[in-house]
C-alpha cells in the first residue's frame, strides 16, 4: 500500500525547553565565533499514552508512575508542575465508548476494530504530586480504558509510567506488561501474528483534540500480504481503538512485522498478543531500524526463544548472531549467521538458547555497510499447559538516565549489557516504595561483551512497588537494559520483561553568538 505520510519527528512529545541561552558581547566587543557544545537543558513538558489493559473481566491492572528526584534543574526549577494520566476517550457528556474506528471507505471496513474506554469522570486516573516518590493506582475487570496524560515543569523530566495487568484465568491467563509510551507517527512491530492459536490486537492512541488517520501494513515470509482494509484508519480525538490483524488479511501467518504510520496526527500504538496455550503479553514497538540490534534481558530459564527479524530497504540482510552471557559472548550452537530477504519477515527457532543463564542477544552485520532492519524475540518459560510467553523488542541504549517502574519484592530481575568493546559502569537507583521504604542505590561493573542479570537494590523496609532508575557512567561502554517482573500463579510462570531507553529528560539548546553583520544585508 502506497501513500504520503505525516512526517514527525522520533517520539514526537511536547519537549519544550522555555529558557533559552544566548552568548552576547557588547556592541563594537569581540564576537565569540568559535565552536559551541550545545547546552543540554531539562524538558519543560512530556506525554504519555498506555493502551486499553486487557477485555478480560478477570484482567487486575496496576499502573505506576514515576519522576527521578533532582532530575529537573535551570528554568523548570521555578514551576512545581503537574503530571496526570486520564482516560483517553471522549469528553462530551453523552460519550459512551470510544467511538469506533472506520477503515477504509464503508461501515463492512470496521470489522475486527473494537473501541475501549467508558464515559470519563473528569478525575485523572493517576496522578503525581512530587518527584521522587513513585505513586499507583489500581483498575479491574475490562472496563479499564487506555490512558493519556502530560507532566510539566519538575516532574517531566524522566516522566515514566508502567502498565501491569495480571489475568487469573481463561484463554489469556498471563502477566502482561508494558511501559507507557510517547506519541509518534511511525512504528514496527516484528513478532505479530495471525496463526489460528493467536488473536493479536494493534492498540492505536490518539490523545490528541482532532482526529488522527493511520494505515497499517503486514509483511509475511514472502514480502506485503494483500489486505482489502488497513489504510485511513480513523482514531477519534482523545479515543483509542483496537484492530484485530486476522480481519486485515486472509493469509495466515506464524510470524509477521506489522508497520504502523499515520497520515495525520499522532498516536501511541502497541500490540497484544494473546496465545490460546501461552498466554498474553505487550509487544512494544522495536528500536528504530538498524544494522545491529541487542535484545536485553532473556531470562535464563527460558524453554524456547524465536527471533523474528524484518529487512528494511531494498537490500538483504546477512546477520552475525551472538549471545552474551555472564561470562562472554559466544555464537549459539547451529546458528552463526541468518540471512534476511529484502522487505521479507524471516523467523529462527533459537530453542532453549539461554542453557539456564541469562543472555542477551546481539545481531551484527556481516558487512561494515549493513542493512538496517528491525528485530523482535518472542520467549516462552514454562511447558506443557504452564507456559507463558513475552516479547522482547530490540531495544535503544540506556543512553544518560532510564527508568522503570512497579518493581516487586523478589520479583524483579534486571538485566545489563555491554555488547561493545568497553566495560560499563552502571549505577542503579531504587526509589522509595508506593507505601514506604528508604532508596537504595548500588553501582555495578559489566565486562565488556557480558550480560549481568542482577536482583536490584530494593528500597529498605519497602513496602507496595518501586522505581528503578538506571545511571549509566558516561566514560565507559555503552549500556543496554531490561526488566523482568516474574510472579507464579498455579505453577504457571508468568513474567513480562520491559527494555528500558534513555528517557530524554533532557534536550540539547544550540549556543548562540551575537552577529550584528546580519543587519547590514
Not at 518527584?131 to 475487570?141: C, F, I, L, R
Not at 479515543?239 to 480481519?247: D, G, N, R, W, Y
Amino acid at each position: 500500500m502506497k501513500r504520503t505520510t505525516l512526517s514527525l519527528a522520533s517520539g514526537a512529545v511536547a519537549l519544550v525547553a522555555l529558557t533559552g541561552f544566548a552568548s552576547l558581547t557588547a556592541p563594537g566587543g569581540p564576537a565569540d565565533t568559535g565552536p559551541k557544545n550545545p547546552l543540554r537543558l531539562p524538558v519543560e513538558r512530556t506525554s504519555l499514552l498506555c493502551p486499553a489493559p486487557s477485555n478480560s473481566d478477570l484482567a487486575q491492572t496496576t499502573y505506576t508512575a514515576f519522576t527521578p528526584k533532582g532530575a529537573a534543574q535551570g528554568a523548570s526549577q521555578s514551576k512545581p508542575g503537574t503530571a496526570a494520566l486520564s482516560a483517553a476517550v471522549p469528553s462530551s457528556p453523552d460519550a459512551g465508548a470510544s467511538a469506533p474506528a472506520t477503515t477504509g471507505k464503508d461501515a463492512k471496513d470496521a470489522k475486527g476494530t473494537k473501541a475501549t474506554g467508558k464515559t470519563p469522570s473528569g478525575q485523572p486516573v493517576l496522578t503525581l504530586k512530587e518527584p521522587g516518590k513513585p505513586v499507583t493506582a489500581t483498575a479491574n475487570g475490562s472496563d479499564a480504558p487506555a490512558l493519556a496524560g502530560s507532566a510539566d515543569g519538575l516532574l517531566a523530566p524522566g516522566w515514566t509510567a508502567q502498565q501491569t495487568t495480571q489475568i487469573t484465568g481463561g484463554v489469556g491467563r498471563a502477566l502482561l506488561g508494558t511501559g507507557c509510551t510517547t506519541p509518534d507517527a511511525d512504528f514496527w512491530f516484528p513478532g505479530a501474528s495471525t496463526a489460528k492459536d493467536r488473536q493479536d490486537y494493534v492498540h492505536l492512541t490518539n490523545p490528541d483534540d482532532t482526529a488522527a488517520v493511520a494505515d497499517i501494513d503486514l509483511f509475511g515470509a514472502d514480502g506485503p500480504l494483500k489486505a482489502d482494509t488497513g489504510e485511513g484508519i480513523t482514531i477519534p480525538a482523545k479515543s483509542s481503538v483496537a484492530v484485530l490483524l486476522s480481519t486485515l488479511t486472509g493469509t495466515v501467518a506464524d510470524d509477521l512485522t506489522v508497520h504502523v504510520t499515520t497520515r495525520a496526527g499522532r498516536i501511541g500504538a502497541a500490540v497484544q498478543a494473546t496465545d490460546a496455550k501461552a498466554g498474553a503479553d505487550w509487544l512494544p514497538a522495536s528500536a528504530d531500524a538498524a544494522p545491529s540490534q541487542v535484545f536485553p534481558g532473556i531470562p535464563g530459564d527460558a524453554t524456547d526463544v524465536r527471533l523474528v527479524v524484518y529487512a528494511k530497504g531494498s537490500d538483504d540482510a546477512d546477520l552475525k548472531v551472538k549471545l552474551a552471557s555472564k561470562g562472554g559472548s559466544f555464537t549459539p550452537a547451529g546458528l552463526d549467521s541468518v540471512h534476511v530477504k529484502a522487505g521479507m519477515t524471516a523467523s529462527f527457532d533459537l530453542k532453549n538458547v539461554t542453557r539456564g543463564e541469562p543472555g542477551s542477544l546481539l545481531l551484527t552485520p556481516d558487512a561494515d555497510d549493513g542493512t538496517p532492519v528491525v528485530a523482535a524475540l518472542r520467549v516462552v518459560r514454562g511447558t506443557g499447559d504452564k507456559q507463558e510467553i513475552a516479547f522482547i523488542p530490540a531495544a535503544s541504549p540506556v543512553g544518560a538516565r532510564a527508568t522503570v517502574t512497579d518493581n516487586r519484592d523478589k520479583a524483579a530481575t534486571l538485566a545489563l549489557t555491554a555488547p561493545g568493546t568497553k566495560d560499563a559502569t552502571v549505577k542503579v537507583t531504587s526509589s522509595p516504595g508506593t507505601e514506604g521504604g528508604d532508596p537504595q542505590s548500588k553501582t555495578y561493573t559489566v565486562k565488556a561483551g557480558t550480560t549481568l542479570a542482577v536482583d536490584p537494590p530494593a528500597p529498605s523496609g519497602l513496602k507496595g512497588s518501586y522505581a528503578l532508575t538506571v545511571e549509566p557512567d558516561p566514560n565507559g561502554g555503552a549500556v543496554y537494559a531490561s526488566r523482568t517482573l516474574a510472579v507464579t500463579q498455579d505453577g504457571v510462570p508468568m513474567f513480562t520483561v520491559q527494555t528500558l531507553a534513555d528517557d530524554k529528560g533532557t534536550v540539547a539548546v544550540p549556543a548562540a553568538a551575537q552577529d550584528l553583520t546580519v543587519l547590514e544585508k
